[in-house]
């Protein structure tokens, strides 16, 4: 019984240890940084990608950039929020192999299939958005110069200019007759022939809701900024795609661009990169 309450007592005594411990190190750490309101300026580039997949194609990761204004407030030394606003560039680049075959009826009232053959056809997308973010920021001192800053939390993003624009490939129509078993190709005046020529249009996109996160590490440079250099994430999490189920290329010479047609359905775009940016303290020393 001696031996059984003697180790309660350690066991006790341990916890106590521990929580006292602990709570040392939590008054260390926020007494060791400093309240207050900043303004923050910050530049960066990495991958941002409109993260889709094609029926009948594949698409590759472009560089974006992003640059935002934003102001923090700690309620305690350690602990804050950031909201501001910025924008932020999308890209990506999408390379087709497919044929597309529809129904159509001729001058003289024989029906045959208009054919699209879309051979190594390349299309690259551009998206600019501007961003509205709200954070949760945690901070930290290591040194008298040196401290970490984390932030993670959500933003809005508004989609103001998306365009597109053909960089490579052919496509070759003709048209093919069932009855007779044939295909008639370069015929330029009945629509039948090779295409190489760049098409160029807009797209029209829903206002993005994406998951945030940056880690990076503060440099004092004087008593009122900090130098800032950290990674970024952001994560859509809805889709922004309103879907179409038209033809990539129609019986009437239409291109449609790709994202506005069957071969994707849902597009969230994900990014991630590093950053450079100033923390600039508010107020008084």
Excluded: C
Aim: cysteine-free; overall charge positive; hydrophobic content about 35%.
């Amino acid at each position: 019984i001696h031996t059984k309450t003697h180790s309660v007592i350690s066991t006790q005594n341990m916890k106590k240890q521990i929580i006292i411990l602990l709570s040392l190190f939590i008054i260390t750490l926020t007494q060791a940084q400093e309240t207050g309101n900043y303004l923050h300026f910050n530049i960066g580039s990495g991958q941002h990608n409109l993260s889709y997949s094609l029926h009948d194609g594949s698409q590759s990761v472009q560089s974006g950039y992003t640059a935002n204004i934003a102001f923090s407030h700690f309620f305690t030394p350690s602990i804050g929020f950031q909201t501001g606003i910025g924008v932020q560039t999308f890209s990506s680049l999408s390379t087709l192999n497919l044929t597309e075959g529809t129904p159509a009826i001729d001058s003289d009232g024989d029906i045959y299939v208009f054919k699209s053959n879309f051979k190594n056809w390349q299309e690259s997308q551009q998206v600019l958005f501007v961003e509205i973010p709200l954070t949760a920021q945690f901070k930290h001192k290591f040194y008298d110069k040196i401290g970490l800053l984390a932030t993670a939390g959500a933003k809005i993003s508004f989609p103001i200019n998306a365009t597109y624009k053909t960089t490579g490939g052919e496509i070759v129509t003709s048209g093919y007759y069932p009855q007779y078993n044939i295909e008639l190709t370069d015929l330029p005046q009945h629509g039948f022939t090779t295409i190489t020529k760049s098409y160029t249009g807009k797209y029209s996109f829903n206002p993005a809701y994406m998951a945030i996160a940056e880690l990076g590490g503060t440099y004092k440079i004087s008593e009122k900024i900090d130098l800032y250099l950290g990674g970024y994430f952001n994560y859509g999490l809805n889709n922004i795609l309103k879907p179409d189920t038209k033809m990539l290329y129609q019986l009437d010479r239409t291109y449609n661009g790709e994202l506005g047609t069957y071969q994707t359905t849902s597009i969230k775009p994900f990014s991630i990169g590093v950053k450079l940016g100033l923390y600039l303290k508010l107020g008084k020393k």
